[in-house]
């Protein structure tokens, strides 16, 4: 009963979190769960430690890397894995040249709701992945129909399994006041999350542009940013720019994500496009009430109006008009909450999504079946 997590990098990333977050809930069952990437990053080594998990970590070269396609069917067969699960259709691909020729199913989940751009080349590159993949799994309704639509993926090999999220670490009522104090969020604030790498998918610049003018007609929001990415110095330019410097903090990547929530009110996810965020999925195990872009795999998850509220990504008066309704309202940020907690409970929890992917497992390997057979519906 040993599984096989391949997936590029173990940089910071929902992707990977959630893979992390799967891996361990499967060694909790019962299973003898592994990591192995082969691009640089490792964001989890504390989390590798406290679940136990084995990460092999090898280098690539190059587009198509044979030594490193050996070096995995070697890992495979001397670890004895039963089925190898790739994360993303990079992995995917070495995943299958790992496998072929062998009795080993091969899982392929597509995390990414970005498809715009993918060049024609690398559609014939993941036909060729997906017709030696035993199953797809798509995080979301909306990716499955695009890759049936555009991107050649055979439909009888698509399945939808949605995210599942163990809800972050909260903190104690100390550390909550202290980091309160850490980032000059006094009680008279009210404070707005926005998780996410900064990348021009993810729409922070528009999203600033929105809050200043919530901000000017609610001067206590503060605006707290997690994250990094390409666009970090466009972001604190953009916030120069707007004047809202005092408003604004710029965090980083950080790893007390559940900290950040719990001194929060709002979370906000404006981007253009999403697969299944799991910063969202997170927002929702902590009850808050949200603001998200009415694109990709977020309507999926928010329901305007009853869990939360969805706006255009474009529509930066609509943005605005949304943090400002949700401020003066704090009966409507608790009933939302209180749905969204819900919607977790009921649809995205981490259990939830285990037993879903155990018993894909055991449609494919009998290794998986005992322990499916343990587990409700």
Known sequence: MKVLHLLDTLAMGGKETFTMSLAGAQQGAGMHAGLATFDPGNAFEGELRELQLPWWRFSRKG???????????????????????CHGENPA???????????????????????????????????????RTNSIVCVSDSIRDRLIRKEFAPAGKMTTIFNGVTPPRRPEADQAARLRGELSVGPGNLVVACIGRLHPVKNHLRFLEAFAQARAAESGLVLLMVGDGPLREEVAAKVGALGIEAS????????????ILAISDIFAL??????????????????????????????????????????????????????IRLAKDPDLRKSLGAEASKVYRERFSMERCLGEYTRLYARLSPAFSAIASGMQA
Request: charged share 20%; proline share 4%; glycine share 14%.
């Open 248 to 259: 604004v903090r710029l965090l980083g990547t950080r790893k007390d994500v559940g900290h």
């Open 270 to 323: 404006p981007s253009l496009n999403e697969g299944h965020s799991i910063s969202l999925l997170e927002a929702c195990s902590f009850g808050k009430s949200i603001l998200a872009s009415n694109r990709g795999g977020n309507p999926g998850i928010v329901s305007h109006g009853k869990s939360g509220l969805l706006v255009e990504p474009g529509d930066t008066e609509g943005m605005a008009g949304a943090l």
């Open 93 to 131: 691909m070495y995943g299958a040249l790992a496998v072929a020729g062998r009795p080993i199913p091969l899982v392929a989940t597509i995390h990414s709701g970005d498809r715009d751009g993918i060049r024609l080349i690398i559609k014939i590159q993941n036909r060729f992945t997906y017709l």
């Open 63 to 85: 587009a198509l890397d044979w030594s490193l396609v050996a070096s995995l069917r070697k890992l495979v067969a001397d670890e004895g894995f039963a089925l190898v699960h």
